[in-house]
């Protein structure tokens, strides 16, 4: 069973004794009941899905504030035992954020995410839909983003669909449900969180938790 556990603040803000064992993805095994980090320096991985081709584990992963509206960006990204991802120290790969008492030897260790989803997006739900579920998408990612709150032009608000080949991201994301915001950026509709292929292999279920609604995606 795996399991992500996210951050108690935003960049450590408490000391990173606060924060043992958070920013992380645990991993425990149902028979030993043992338990351990899987994975460390992803401040909020929410969604979780594996990749079949190549028994892969990717997570969408919910990144710092306080740096802008694109910096640093939301991500999918595959995930690697024992793999460290940044947070609080960088972002992005090797990215210092000045505003955190560095950590020379972790930095060097960071891992440079798959795929950027832009900043402040929320990138919550995650799970893979095989080529065929629905008309025209090929395999890919599908994600849920329950959208930004801290940004001059707000971003997210919509499931989208990220393309995969050779079991790495292969394209730009396509959307999949959208129009949850107004124009004017007053009024949000809805908002996309958890999404799953339905039973019937031929369909896509998305739970809105503003619409309280779980919308039904299927071929026209």
């Not at 799953?196 to 779980?214: E, F, P, R, T």
Request: glycine share 16%.
């Amino acid at each position: 069973l795996y399991a992500g556990v996210g951050s108690l603040s935003n960049i450590g803000d408490q000391g990173m004794e606060a924060e043992e064992g958070r920013a992380a993805i645990w991993r425990l095994d149902l028979e030993t009941e043992q338990a351990g980090i899987f994975a460390s320096g992803l401040r909020n991985a929410v969604g979780m899905a594996w990749e079949p081709s190549t028994g892969t584990l990717w997570t969408v992963v919910n990144e710092r504030d306080g740096l802008g509206d694109e910096t640093p960006p939301d991500y999918l990204t595959s995930v690697r035992e024992g793999g460290f991802y940044g947070w609080p120290y960088c972002y992005w790969g090797q990215t210092v954020d000045d505003r955190v008492p560095q950590d020379p030897a972790l930095v060097a260790r960071a891992i440079t995410p798959d795929y950027a989803l832009g900043g402040h997006t929320a990138s919550l739900g995650l799970c893979w839909m095989p080529a065929g579920t629905l008309p025209g998408f090929p395999d890919g990612m599908v994600i849920g983003q329950h959208g930004s709150w801290n940004r001059s032009t707000l971003s997210g608000y919509r499931v989208i669909f990220v393309p995969f080949a050779g079991g790495k991201p292969s394209g730009p994301p396509r959307d999949i449900l959208s129009g949850f915001l107004s124009d004017d950026e007053k009024t949000a509709y809805g908002r996309p969180v958890g999404v799953a292929i339905g039973a019937d292999g031929k369909s896509l279920l998305v739970a809105d938790d503003v619409g309280d609604i779980i919308w039904r995606v299927t071929a026209a």
